[in-house]
């Protein structure tokens, strides 16, 4: 997962191979609620693991239910008629799926409770759920402005007295999270009668009222439905845990890898697992209006199978009313069809995570589409020509679908880089979309992105080189571990590090198992990061990084480093000799003195003994010997900037870099806060 500012993502041309996706974040919820309300233990498989799911274990716990939590399991131990703890204070993020749903059931449960979340979810409306819950006889406040949340539920005396007579009006036009919420409380007030709601005008989102009544049934809550205008909760209805529930996949998570495979998936395509074409949830409909677009797509159960047909795509003229989220995706699709694609009945967007009619045309402009935006409708036309395309900054509102949305948009056809601004956004639903894309994703290799930084020892090239590739999502490759694994290897092997086992330690070198785990090491499964950190370590890397066989034998290896989204390497020749095409090369350095000093108290630190003297005597020893050596001698490559770092700290050091990158890029800032 990505805790950066900013995610840069380089041209990508192709896309093929097999994602798993994570679980379903409407089923998630719902079904940890279920399991909340029913009597005994329910073992929730295939738990999306994301932040709404989070905010929503722990409100359970702090009402009282048993949570255990094992991967993507979870055991939910109910409350079973039992009144929740009382006095919680729930924060509930910007969870939609949380909120509505609990607000519900816990105005029906009696107690008292606070329910709040972040700035956005304060500005999502909450009011037809309110009223038709005031309607019945439930006691809720707003605690800032009115029909919206933070909210109060005040039910002191316990259980309201509830007014069940008349069928119970709620809005359908707003939001289908107030009609679920209603269907997944109402069961608690159906012991003696039939409870009905009705809805008032058109119902939106009715698939995912499908997958509400889908699940109340697993529950065994059978509602009945006319028309999705009128729906019945027959008298005597109780939850009861179906002992173990599986979660599907998140069908609308599935929109992006069949999107990339419709625009870009060539050889053995794109297949998805975790969700099939008999899935339960309304946004697998999104592959009808792919296949619309051109998109060859077969399936099963339990997978989706995508390649490219048609090329360009077709732009298509939809009712979308029935796929609201993953629609958002088509408009980002959009920007590969001959023609003009309209977007209809999406009014729904306006009240979501952000306003997402206003969010889409706003970053679809950036791109070089002409966009026309309207109360309920989107139309986007892609840009003229490759040459109209822009390199653009994409601002994500907190919003994880509109940043997964525009990550496609690195399959342009002008080969111009996307910015995703805060792509940690994502873990709302997909912590690990990234990763997955970068998993299907192919490109060139020379797009993808690599600073170097080189420079003489102890000029604090790996602690930058490191914070880099943290700030940039990057991957991080530190040469020079590399020799000193390989070092510690052939001294272990009873090798001799010089021209005499040469031969031996290339032939070792080609084969070792080495695995980099944020500032660990790992040589054949065993964590070798102290071992490596030693001033012997050190000393015996020089030797080998002299040796001609083993530094061809690492080059490979070293080559194997660059992945998307890009990398940060440090070392001694990476923009000589390694990666001589880097699009920033940095030669840090800094005095001798500074820099034995520098290793005086990093030995110091440690606990170890050291003696100035012979440390200076020592790096100045090892900077003759690395800058005379026949093979890749060390100096800076004609196009490096230097940064001499003998008066700043490894932090100014890393913004100056930083800065440097910047101005390299092609974004314009976003303007969006």
């Known amino acids: 997962m990505f805790a950066i500012p900013f995610l840069d993502l380089p041209s990508l041309h192709h896309a093929a191979g097999s994602v798993h996706l994570p679980g379903s974040k409407s089923i998630s919820n719902r079904v940890l609620l279920l399991a909340a309300l029913s009597a005994g233990t329910t073992v929730v498989e295939d738990l999306l693991a994301s932040d709404d799911t989070r905010v929503m274990l722990d409100a359970l716990r702090q009402l009282g239910c048993g949570v255990e939590e094992n991967g993507t399991q979870a055991r939910i131990t109910g409350l079973g008629g039992r009144t929740p703890q009382s006095t919680a204070k729930l924060f509930l993020g910007n969870a939609g799926t949380a909120m509505r749903p609990l607000t519900a059931a816990l105005a029906l449960l009696g107690g008292e409770y606070e329910l709040g979340g972040i700035p956005r979810m304060h500005e999502r409306p909450i009011g037809d759920l309110v009223d038709a819950l005031r309607q019945l006889g439930c006691h809720i406040d707003y605690l800032g402005q009115d029909g919206y949340p933070p909210l109060r539920i005040a039910q002191a005396d316990g259980v309201p007295a509830l007014s069940l007579d008349k069928p119970i009006p709620v809005r359908g036009d707003v939001s289908s999270q107030f009609l679920t919420a209603l269907l997944m409380a109402l069961p608690l007030a159906a012991t003696t009668q039939d409870v009905v709601i009705e809805v008032v005008g058109e119902l939106i989102s009715k698939p995912y009222i499908h997958i509400t009544l889908e699940l109340l049934a697993r529950f065994g809550i059978a509602v009945r439905h006319e028309q999705w205008q009128r729906f019945t909760i027959p008298a005597g209805s109780r939850y009861q845990s179906p002992g173990t529930i599986h979660v599907e996949a998140d069908a609308s998570s599935a929109s992006y890898f069949i999107a990339a495979g419709a625009i870009a998936g060539s050889g053995q395509g794109v297949q998805v697992l975790g969700v099939g074409l008999d899935s339960i949830q309304g946004d697998i409909r999104f592959v009808e209006a792919a296949r619309l677009m051109g998109a060859q797509i077969s399936g099963g159960p339990n997978h989706l199978h995508i390649q490219r047909g048609a090329w360009p795509l077709k732009a298509i003229d939809l009712d979308c009313n029935h796929i609201p989220d993953a629609a958002m995706t088509l408009a980002v699709m959009a920007l590969y069809a001959d023609g003009t694609t309209t977007l209809r009945n999406i009014a729904s967007w306006r009240v979501k995570e952000t306003d997402r009619i206003a969010a889409m045309a706003t970053e679809l402009r950036k791109l070089g589409a002409t966009v026309e935006e309207g109360a309920d409708f989107i139309r986007v036309t892609p840009p003229a020509a490759d040459a109209d395309w822009r390199a653009a900054s994409i601002h994500t509102y907190d919003d994880h679908r509109v940043a997964m949305c525009f990550s496609l948009a690195t399959f342009n056809p002008a080969g111009l880089p996307v910015r995703i601004e805060d792509p940690k956004c994502v873990a709302k639903t997909f912590p690990d979309y990234f990763e997955a894309l970068f998993s299907v994703a192919q490109t060139a290799e020379k797009a993808i992105p690599v600073i170097c930084l080189d420079g003489p020892t102890a000029s604090g090239k790996g602690t930058v080189a490191a914070a880099l590739a943290q700030q940039l999502g990057y991957a991080f490759l530190d040469s020079g571990a590399l020799y000193r694994i390989t ?9 001799a590090l010089d021209t005499s086992g040469e031969a031996a330690i290339a032939a070792l070198a080609q084969g070792l198992d080495i695995r980099f785990e944020g500032e660990r090491v790992w040589l ?31 080059v490979a290896l070293q080559h194997s480093f660059r992945q998307l989204p890009g990398l940060v390497a440090d070392g001694r020749d990476m923009g000589t000799v390694i990666f001589p095409d880097a699009t920033l090369k940095v030669f840090l350095t800094a ?16 606990g170890d003994s050291a003696n100035m003297s012979d440390l200076l005597d020592d790096l100045q020893a090892r900077d003759a010997r690395d800058m005379s050596r026949s093979v890749a001698p060390l100096q800076p490559a004609q196009d490096a900037l230097l940064l001499d770092s003998t008066s700043c700290t490894a932090a100014q050091a890393v913004q100056q870099v930083l800065g440097w990158w910047q101005q390299r890029q092609p974004f314009v800032p976003s303007t969006q806060g």
């Open 487 to 495: 070092a510690l290897a052939a001294t272990r092997a009873g090798l």
């Open 524 to 554: 054949a499964g065993e964590d070798i990061t102290t071992a490596i950190r030693t001033e012997e370590a050190g000393i015996n890397a020089s030797h080998v990084s002299s040796l001609p066989a083993v530094r061809t034998a690492l």
């Open 591 to 606: 005095s001798a003195q500074i820099r034995a000093q520098r290793r005086y108290d990093q030995l110091l630190a440690k």
